[in-house]
């Protein structure tokens, strides 16, 4: 699948996927999203390495094909760019407060309560 990619394309990968784009398990995950729309499912758990590297090559060939300005070919790829450019610009939104110095402070969080004691145990 590599082979398709420009590349500009293939740099910008390995810049934001490295090392996980060394993997074969990768370029599954890149595949499977690229051909089987709606249909894909990473075959390996997903906090494991091979199951990221997966998921990773996934959202590469989604950022790819957003970048061609390919049309979503079904609901579940919209869905999937809606997210995308709903992060992306809340992101380049809270850069340009962060530069004019209009980012107001974190919100303080209470702490969480301590563990309350079991009163029922037995000595």
């Known amino acids: 699948m590599a082979r398709d990619l420009t590349a500009a394309e293939f740099t910008a990968i390995s810049a934001r996927y ?3 784009d060394m ?4 370029w599954d995950g ?3 999203y690229w ?3 709606g249909r894909y499912c990473c075959p390996h758990d997903y906090h494991s390495i091979p199951g990221r590297a997966w998921h990773h090559g996934a959202n590469a060939a989604l950022h790819v094909r957003w970048e061609r300005k390919l049309p ?3 609901m579940y790829e919209q869905d999937d760019r809606d997210g995308e450019s709903m992060h992306e610009g809340l992101q380049a939104a809270i850069e340009r407060m962060r530069k004019n110095g209009t980012l107001p402070p ?3 969080r209470k702490k969480a309560a ?3 004691a079991n009163d029922n145990a037995t000595s």
């Open 114 to 116: 301590a563990a309350v």
């Open 18 to 20: 490295g090392p996980y």
């Open 30 to 32: 890149y595949s499977a």
């Open 106 to 108: 974190p919100y303080p």
């Open 23 to 26: 993997l074969s398990e990768f």
């Open 72 to 74: 979503a070919r079904d």
């Open 35 to 37: 051909n089987n729309t």
